[in-house]
Every structure is written in structure tokens, then in C-alpha cells.
């Protein structure tokens, strides 16, 4: 049957559950009433038999690949009773089972109920279906002992006679007693209990609660395993605060311990056999330590640290929080927020009280006279008088409270202070002045009035003397000079001396004897070598030439300035002598030699011809100079005739024809003939 169901409306009348007798012969069982609760009724003690109900009907609403659509698909109907129910959806079949009471076992009953649909759908129009249900009663006992028919450990088959002679039996299902942990037979013995109970004597129905926990740490009864019969504990379920169990223990009877993580103040009272989510563990984790941590620790597990302001001006400010409480506020009420309740009598400096937030104060006129309050220790946790200022007292007052006077001083007229020093007073000298600043060469070293004259140098900075040297006022190191050592100079904006005048020597413009012995100023100028490379060589950074010696330049490049040069007493052929700058300066092409000044030629270049101290072109541009009547005297190589206007042949250095060579260019040969120059091999 499909159908698209609406609402089931079920009538079952009192006459449909008669047996339906097949055989004439057979007598019909008699009707029985309705049980209404579903329950099982023996037989009373001496009487006769109570006639148990006939069967409940159960019906069920499955989809098409038979699994129950919902819990709620599932309805009972007991004879005469009709109920309706809405459909919760689309349903393909239904599945009807009869639940087998005391004597309806081999029955055969007729159920008549109706379907009504209200909705149409593809099988007709909307409307009643009369159905009929036909079911057989079967007898748990017929079932085997490997499989009985009542298979559910919480049912046992059970017989009930009743007084005829010879007597009617039959045989139907019956729970087993509440609190069965497994089978039960017939005469309703318990073969295992459920947890938390036993049988105490002869007991067989697990009746009894476990005794107790036996020197064992369960939970409670209720999670307590003990012997089916002697009641001692054998296990667990959960265990109480401070147990658990481990994998091969389950009787609660290892303690839970702390972690580096967790730091309760009594474990013995820690919850360690669950995790988080209420599942049993075997590894101990303690998940809450039920409200009370070790000292500087809060939360579930005590596993978050208790921490001070961050603001360190404000309280509170412990002095160790790993000795502070901060898991309870000050009604005792667990916290979530690590909040400082106590710091249990140590503060950080500048604070006192319970939490130390409060800030410690100078005294009266008498003292204490503390300069900075934040560092100075105070009565904690109670009044929040300074005890010790820690080394910082307002001027005039000495001593570990800063309560005793000391002598006023005039800072320029205490040993080697500067004028706007500030004077102090020596904590450990008796209020002996102390200055917190020296003149230029001082510190204090073994005294406090600026008499210790500073270390000469520290190795990187080259300050002149120790009386240009400033120093740390405490310490002695450089820190800067007033006027460097000969040998040392400051680059712009410094003044620590650290660049040797070495660095400031260029090669071949500066030709001093020997590098490290060079000076200069203490801004880098005035390079003097002190010696040069030789006599010809003179002024203070050897960059000048000898009286009768001129420079000569390595490079003639208008862009580098100074130029490297060399002092020499003869200029060489293409320069000449400048007496007013002793300088070698060229001569102007085509000279190859001049006097006096550039153009003052005293020789000139192939196919030019010197005139009056002037070089003028020779006719031919293939001479190799001419005469006074501007005639070829020679040619260039590789030309000849009186002109030099006609060429060798290839590769001819001189020739007397167009057709002969006397003599081949570089790397050639002249042949045999005088012909021709070939390549050498």
C-alpha cells in the first residue's frame, strides 16, 4: 500500500481481537480483557491463574528502504482506544506487529482498522481504505537454547498455568529484576548486577548496594563495581576529587598529581578522572583544582600566572608574584581574572600595603629625603614609611633614609666641579661633596670633587693630553676631546679624534718620507709629512718641487685636481719649462719641441717644415719633411717620386718605381724579384 498519509486514524474494536477460528472443531480461545499498561500477570499464590490481556497492537511508519521515519511515526493502540496522528512527511509502507501477552501465544487474532487520506495523490482521489490485519501469537518456548525467544538480557521466557485439569500453559516474556547487569533465568536470579549493586547472601536479584568503596576512591555507590556476591570493590567509573584511573588500574587508587602546568594547592581535592567534555582519561590531566591554587597562580587548573599593573605606576606591584594570591577576590569568590588580592608582604619598590598599591612618601622635615620615591623601599605592608632610598637622596641629605644632613657647598669652588654642578652629598663618605660634573680632564675616581685626572686616551680616541680630554664622570672612558693628538684629527661633527692624518697623504702628490709620521690639524688641514721621499721634493706636505726642478704630471686631465706628478729637471721633448709655475706644460701640435711658451717651436712634425720658430705643412701630404722651398725632401713610407704622390706596391715600405720594392713594411718579405711582399709565416 502507498500512500501519501495525511493522518492514521486507527479503530480497533473489542471484536476484532477475538481468535479467528479456522477449524470448526477447534474451540475459539475466550476473549480477554484489554491490558491496558502491557504488563505480565502470574498467577497468585494458591489460586488460580489471572487470564492475562490479548495482544497491544504496535504499528510503524517505515520509508521505502525500510529504516522507521521518526520515533514519534511509531503509536500503540489498545483495543477500544483510536488514535490520530499527523503525517510528518511522505511514507511508503507501514509495518504492523502484534506484542504477544500471557496467553495469546498460538492465537490467532483479526485486526480491522482504517486509513483515511485527505490529501489526493497518483493512486485516486482522497478518501478510506478499510484494511485487515491477520497475526499469529507465537510461544517464547519454542525458541532454542542457543536462541530463545526472549533474546533481550532484560527478559526471561516464564511458564503460567492456570487450575484446569489437566491444567492450560503457556509461556510468555517477563523482566528480568532493575537491576540485572546481564541474563536472568527463570526463577528471576541475577547472573551479574548492575553497577552499584550486588547480592548480599542469598540474594539473587541485585537488590543490595554496593557497601562502599573498600579503601577505594570511587565517585560514589552509584560508580562503584563491586563482587557479584561478597560486595568488594573491583572497580571504578569515576572516581572521587583527587583519583583517577589508568589504563591498567581502574579502582580510583592513583592520585592525581600537579603539572607543569597546573598548580593546585591540594591536589586531594582535584578533579583528574575526566576531561573537559566529561569523558573518562587514564593519564591523571587534573582539569580543576576546585578552587584553591598555590600562591601566584589562578583559573580552572591554576595554570595562569598572577601579574602585576602593567602600568608600574600603579598598583599592585609585588615584588615576586609567584608569591602573590590572586585566585580569590576579597569575599573569598573565585576569580577569572588573575586580579592581585594579596602580595603576601614583599613589594616592589615605591609601593607598600596588602596588594602593594600603595606608594611610598618622603617624611617631614627630619626625613626621610628621598629624590625618587619610586625607588626607595618602605615599611610593606603596613605604614608605607621609607626605610632605605636606595642611593638617591635630595641635595643636602646623606644617608640610607636620606634623614641626615650634610654640608652645602659652592660647586665652582669644590676641587675641579664646574661652575653649574650639582653638589651632593657622598652616601658612604660622611655627606663629603659629590659632583655631578667635572671640568674638561677630570672625573672621579677614588674622590667625588673632580681630582682624578682623566685616563690619556683609550685606545681608539686620541685626544691630545689628559687635560683635553673629557671623560665619563665615573667611569673614565673618552668620551670627547677638546684638541687631538699631532698625529690624529676629528671628521665634521666630531670630536673623538679617531682619524689618523695618515688617511689624509695621496699617492704621487703627496711624496712624504713615511706615512705615520705625518701631522696635521685637528679639522684634517694642514697635512705636514715631516720628511719627503727625497731632496727634490719640498714643502710641508711634499707637494711642491725643488728650486731648478719642475712637475711634471702623470695625467693631463683638467678633471682630476690635485694631479699625481713627478719632480724632474728636464721637461723632454713635446713640453716645455714654465719657470713661473715650475711646471712642465705641452707643447702645441705640430711642435715636437718648443721653448719658452707652447708655440715657440723648435721642432716639428713629419710633413711640416719649421719657419721662423713656426711649423708650416709641406705641400705633399705624403713628405716626410721639405725644404725652404716647400719641396718634398723624402717621402712617407709606403710613396715615392718628387712629389711622393705616387704609392709602392701593397706592403711596401720604400720603392724607386710603381713595379719594385726595396725594402717590405714590418712582418713582410720581399721576393726574389723585388716584385711583390708577402706575409711572414
Known amino acids: 500500500m502507498q500512500h501519501r498519509i495525511a493522518a492514521l486514524l486507527y479503530a480497533l474494536a473489542l471484536s476484532a481481537c477475538e481468535p479467528i477460528a479456522d477449524d470448526p472443531a477447534t474451540p475459539s480461545p475466550q476473549p480477554q480483557a484489554p491490558d491496558v499498561t502491557g504488563s505480565k500477570q502470574p498467577a497468585p499464590e494458591g489460586g488460580p491463574a489471572t487470564m492475562p490481556a490479548p495482544p497491544v497492537v504496535s504499528i510503524k511508519r517505515l520509508d521505502g528502504t525500510g529504516n522507521l521515519r521518526a520515533v514519534t511515526d511509531e503509536v500503540k493502540v489498545i483495543p477500544p482506544d483510536s ?16 506484542k504477544c501477552n500471557a496467553w495469546s501465544a498460538g492465537n490467532t487474532y483479526k485486526i480491522d482498522f482504517t486509513v483515511t487520506d485527505s490529501f489526493n495523490h497518483p493512486d485516486g482521489p482522497a478518501g478510506s481504505d478499510k484494511e485487515t490485519l ?6 517464547c518456548s519454542k525458541g532454542t537454547a542457543a536462541q530463545p525467544k526472549c533474546s533481550d538480557t532484560t527478559n526471561f521466557c516464564k511458564t503460567l498455568s492456570d487450575s484446569s485439569t489437566p491444567p492450560n500453559t503457556t509461556h510468555y516474556c517477563d523482566a528480568c529484576p532493575a537491576n540485572c547487569g546481564g541474563n536472568c533465568n527463570g526463577t528471576t536470579s541475577c547472573t551479574l548486577c548492575n553497577i552499584g549493586y550486588y547480592n548480599k547472601g542469598t540474594q539473587t536479584d541485585c537488590s543490595t548496594p554496593c557497601p562502599g568503596t573498600n579503601g577505594k576512591h570511587c565517585e560514589d555507590v552509584a560508580h562503584t563495581a563491586c563482587h557479584l556476591t561478597s560486595g568488594a570493590t573491583e572497580s571504578c567509573t569515576a572516581c572521587a576529587p583527587g583519583y ?27 578533579t583528574c578522572d575526566r576531561d573537559s567534555s566529561g569523558n573518562q582519561t587514564t593519564n591523571g590531566t587534573i582539569i580543576n583544582c576546585n578552587g584553591f591554587c598555590l600562591n601566584g597562580f589562578y583559573g580552572e587548573t591554576c595554570g595562569s600566572n598572577c601579574a602585576n599593573n ?35 608582604g614583599r613589594c616592589n619598590a615605591g609601593f607598600y600595603g596588602t596588594t602593594c598599591s600603595s606608594k611610598c612618601a618622603n617624611g617631614s622635615t627630619s626625613g626621610p629625603h628621598c629624590a625618587d620615591t619610586t625607588i626607595a623601599t618602605c615599611d610593606s605592608p603596613t605604614s608605607g614609611t621609607i626605610t632605605n632610598c636606595n ?24 676641587g675641579n666641579c664646574t661652575a653649574t654642578a650639582t653638589v651632593t652629598c657622598a652616601q658612604n663618605g660622611g655627606g663629603n661633596p659629590v659632583c655631578s660634573e667635572c671640568k674638561t680632564g677630570y672625573y672621579n675616581n677614588t674622590h667625588t670633587n673632580c681630582t682624578d685626572a682623566c685616563p690619556n686616551n683609550d685606545g681608539s680616541k686620541h685626544c691630545s693630553n689628559p687635560a683635553h680630554t673629557v671623560c665619563n664622570i665615573s667611569g673614565g672612558s673618552t668620551i670627547s676631546c677638546t684638541a687631538c693628538d699631532s698625529h690624529y684629527y676629528n671628521t665634521a661633527g666630531t670630536s673623538t679624534c679617531t682619524q689618523a692624518c695618515s ?3 695621496q699617492t704621487d702628490i703627496n711624496h712624504c718620507a713615511n706615512a705615520s709620521n705625518a701631522t696635521c690639524s685637528d679639522n684634517g688641514s694642514n697635512l705636514n709629512c715631516n ?7 719640498t714643502g710641508d706636505a711634499c707637494d711642491q718641487c725643488a728650486s731648478s726642478y719642475y712637475k711634471k704630471y702623470t695625467s693631463y686631465s683638467v678633471s682630476t685636481t690635485p694631479r699625481a706628478f713627478n719632480c724632474v729637471n728636464n721637461c723632454g721633448d713635446g713640453y716645455y719649462a714654465n719657470s ?38 709641406c705641400s705633399s701630404t705624403n713628405c716626410a719633411s721639405c725644404d725652404g722651398s716647400n719641396q718634398c725632401v723624402g717621402c712617407k713610407d709606403g710613396y715615392y717620386g718628387n712629389t711622393c704622390a705616387t704609392q709602392c706596391v701593397t706592403n711596401c715600405k720604400t720603392c724607386a718605381s710603381d713595379s719594385t720594392c726595396s725594402e717590405c713594411k714590418s712582418n713582410y718579405t720581399l721576393s726574389e724579384d723585388k716584385k711583390t711582399c708577402t706575409p711572414n709565416d
Open 531 to 537: 720628511s719627503c721621499e727625497s731632496n727634490i721634493y
Open 391 to 414: 642611593g638617591s637622596c635630595i641635595d643636602g641629605w646623606y644617608g640610607t633614609d636620606c634623614a641626615q644632613s650634610c654640608r652645602t657647598h659652592n660647586s665652582g669652588s669644590i
Open 580 to 617: 713661473s709655475t715650475q711646471e712642465c706644460l705641452k707643447c702645441t701640435s705640430p711642435c715636437t719641441k718648443c721653448v719658452d711658451n707652447a708655440s715657440k717651436c723648435t721642432a716639428c712634425g713629419s710633413n711640416y717644415l719649421l719657419t721662423n720658430n713656426s711649423c708650416q705643412a
Open 83 to 98: 488514535q490520530e496522528i499527523a503525517d510528518p512527511g511522505s511514507v511508503d509502507s507501514l509495518e504492523y506487529k502484534i
Open 310 to 344: 602593567t602600568n608600574t605606576s600603579e598598583g599592585p606591584q609585588c615584588q615576586n608574584v609567584r608569591n602573590a594570591t590572586c585566585d580569590r577576590n576579597s569575599e573569598g569568590t573565585l576569580t577569572t581574572d588573575g586580579t592581585i588580592i594579596n602580595c603576601n
Open 134 to 139: 491477520t497475526v499469529t501469537c507465537e510461544d
Open 503 to 505: 688617511n689624509l697623504i
Open 244 to 270: 583517577h584511573n589508568t589504563s591498567s588500574k581502574t579502582d580510583c587508587s592513583t592520585a592525581c598529581v600537579n603539572s607543569a602546568s597546573t598548580h593546585c594547592a591540594n591536589v586531594a581535592n582535584a
